[in-house]
Antibody, heavy 125, light 113 residues
């Protein structure tokens, strides 16, 4: 059974750096084909993909946010960490981590089949 | 970026009736070598994370009821709920996974009439 859970601060100040941790079970990020991504959703708005990391340390970032994002993995802890620098009130959102499947004939499949419950991060002074 | 445009923004359907949601991509998400459309549909109920319903435009995820179906015509994608149930009240999103950034539509809210 695959489960994911996000953790991190609920409130950050403008210009601060946000660090979110995704802790998962039911799979290992060291196993071939595994991918974990981050997606966010401002209150009442649509979903926005942020970043993905794969078992082989291949990383993908949203071009519009790439300069502010870093995604890393800790295989020993079954965790993936996302940092977002220079936070702004427009970054207020629920941040989700999610598992992304892989097809060994096709390659990475950049959709998300298992999601965490999400964590609401508010940016305010 | 590929823009995903969903319509309508919301719709109200009677229980047992058909609900149809549209999603149009600003460019093709069909990969010719494997003839697959890189399009997924999600369901998000209030206060919950999204749930994957369909991928490859028309393949149902395991455990998804068969009243949910996906179809495609060119760059126009459709999610159909053949017989709306009370538990289907939710916001539905499409997502293209053909090319980065992997973009979502704006969502369609489905309610009971």
């Amino acid at each position: 059974q695959i489960t994911l859970k996000e953790s991190g601060p609920t409130l950050v100040k403008p210009t601060q750096t946000l660090t979110l941790t995704c802790t998962f079970s039911g799979f290992s990020v060291s196993t071939s084909g595994v991918g974990v991504g981050w997606i966010r959703q401002p209150p009442g708005k649509a979903l926005e993909w942020l970043a993905l990391i794969y078992w082989n340390d291949d990383k993908r970032y949203s071009p519009s946010l790439k300069s502010r994002l870093t995604i890393t993995k800790d295989t020993s802890k079954n965790q993936v960490v996302l940092t977002v620098t220079n936070m702004d009130p427009v970054d207020t959102a629920t941040y989700y981590c999610a598992h992304s499947p892989y097809d060994f004939l096709i390659g990475p499949l950049y959709y998300f089949d298992y999601w965490g419950q999400g964590t609401l991060v508010t940016v305010s002074s | 970026d590929i823009v995903m445009t969903q319509s309508p923004d919301s719709l109200a359907v009677s229980l047992g009736e058909r609900a149809t949601i549209s999603c149009k991509s600003s460019q093709s998400v069909l990969y010719s070598p494997n003839n697959k459309n890189y399009l997924a549909w999600y369901q998000q109920k209030a206060g919950q994370p999204p749930k994957l319903l369909i991928y490859w435009a028309s393949t149902r995820e395991s455990g998804v009821p068969d009243r949910f179906s996906g179809s495609v015509s060119g760059t126009d994608f459709t999610l159909t709920i053949s017989s709306l149930q009370a538990e289907d009240v939710a916001v539905y999103y499409c997502q293209q996974y053909y090319t980065s950034p992997f973009t979502f539509g704006g969502g369609t809210k489905v309610e009971i009439k």
